[in-house]
C-alpha cells in the first residue's frame, strides 16, 4: 500500500493507493482510499507517527508492505517489521526516532463509555483524553444509527471537571464497510498526533480483561501475546508512547465498579446510539452492560419485563450467536440472576443463559487480575496497582488460575450444549414466550444514576460511607402510569 499524507495548516489527509493484490479480503471490505483527521497541530509531525496513524487505518487489508511518501527512521521501521510483520519504508538512517517526553501525563482514548471512564478513574488527574469523532467531511449525514451526543456531552463534563481534553473529527471509519474502525486500535490516533505538542509519554485505551486476554471469547490468551503487547507494542515503543492499558485486567463489570463511584462517571455511557443520559437500552452493548448493573446492584425487573427487554432485535440476535460474545461476562450475569434473593427467579431467558453456561461461576470477574498490568511501563504500574487497589478486590492465585485455565468448553461441548440453546432460543422469540409486554417501552428500564452496587464492597467513594442507599428501578408498569398521569 502506497500513503501520501499531506498536511496543511491542522488538517491531515491520508491518501491510500493499493498495489498488487491488495486491498487484501479481511472480512470488512475497504470502501474509501482517502481520510481526513482534523484538528492536528499545525506543527511539524513526526513521519513515524504518521506512520503508525497510516499503518492503523489500513492494516487489514496490507499485503506486507506499507510504502510513505517521506523516509520513516530505522528504529521505528524495525519495530514495526518484528511486531507486525509489515515492512515499511523508504528508511532514512538520518531520521532519528521521535523522542520521548520522559514522565510525561499519559494519553488516554476516550469515547465517554463506562470503560475508558474506568481508565480514566485509575490513571487519575493529569491524564490527557482524546476523543476521535466519527465525522463526514462531505456534508453527508452519518450513516447508521450512531449517535455522538453522548460522547460530546462526556467529553465536555471531564473538561467542566479540569480534565484537558480534545476531539479529533475523522471519517476514517467509512475507510471500512460495514462503516467501523479498521483496526482496534485506531481510536489512538488522536493522541499519536499531539504527542509532541502536548508531551504525553505512554498510551492507553479503556480495553477490558475480556478484550486483552480473550477472556470469555474462546479461550485466554495472555495479554502479552496481544495486539496492545506483541503486534504494535513495538511499534509504540518506538514512537515513546508506550503502552500503559490500566484496566486490562479489570472486567466490564469491574469497570462498572470503577465507573460508579468516579467523579467522572455521571454520564458515562458504552451505548453508540443514545442521547446524553439517554442510552437506546436496545442495542447489544445496552443489553449486556445492563445486565451487569443490574447483577452488581441485585436489583432485577420483574421475570417477563427482563424476558421482553433480552427478546429485543439487536440483543435476542446476539444472543443467538454460537459462541455469544462475551459469553463469560454472560456467565457472570446469569449467575447473579440465580443466586439473587431479590430477584423473582421468572426470566425464561437468564434461567437458559445459566442454563448454556452450565453454571460456571464466574464472580472472580468482579475483582482485578493483576498480571494484566505487568507490561506497563515501571513508572506508571505501580500508582495504577494502587489505584486498582482502592477501588477492587484482588484475584487470589487460585482465581488467576481459573481466568488462565478459561475455556469456552468449560461451558459445556456443543453435543450438551445444545439443548440449552433451543431452550434459549425459546425464550427468546415472543411467540413461544409471550410476556403481554405489548406497550414495552425499553427505555424505562435504564438505570437510574442513583443505583448502588451490592457487590464488592469499596474503600473509596460514596458508596463506602453508605451515603447511597439501593433505590428500586423503575419498571414500565409505573413508567406507563407516570406517562398516563402527565
Ligand atoms: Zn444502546
Known sequence: MRVEASHEGDRLTLR???????????????????????PVPESPLHPDVVALVALLCV?????GQLEMDRPVSQVFAASVLAGEGVELGPVDPAVEPRTRTEGGPVALAYSGGVDCTAALEVLGEGTRCYYQQRHRF??????????????????????????????VRTDLELLREPV???????NIAPALLWADADGTSAVCWGTVLTSATLLGATAYRPYEESAFVAGFGPAFQAVGMPVANVIAGVSEMGTHLIAERSRYGAVASSCQRGRPGQPCMECWKCGRKTLSVWGLADQWPEGPVLDRFLQQRAIAWNL????????LALAWAAGAYARSTTADGRSRVMQALHELTKGVDASP??????????????????????????????????EEQWVRDWTIEQHGGEPERKKARSALAAALDPERNPTGLDDFDPQSLAPSQDLAFTVGEPSVGPAASGARRPRLLAWPRRARERRAGC
Request: no cysteine.
Open 138 to 167: 462531505d456534508g453527508q449525514p452519518l450513516e447508521g444509527p450512531f449517535d455522538t451526543s453522548a460522547a460530546v456531552a462526556a467529553v465536555k463534563h471531564i473538561q467542566q471537571l479540569g480534565v484537558q481534553a480534545r476531539t
Open 59 to 63: 492494516r487489514p487489508w496490507l499485503d
Open 16 to 38: 491510500f493507493t493499493p498495489q498488487g493484490e491488495e486491498p487484501r479480503q479481511a472480512g470488512a471490505s475497504m470502501a474509501r482510499s482517502e481520510t481526513v483527521l482534523e
Open 320 to 327: 443467538r450467536r454460537r459462541p455469544i460474545r462475551v459469553e
Open 180 to 186: 467501523g474502525f479498521p483496526h482496534d486500535l485506531v
Open 365 to 398: 470477574l468482579t475483582k482485578v487480575f493483576l498480571p494484566a498490568v505487568d507490561p506497563m511501563p515501571a513508572r506508571l504500574r505501580e500508582p495504577a496497582v494502587a489505584a486498582l487497589r482502592r477501588h477492587l478486590e484482588v484475584m487470589s492465585p487460585a
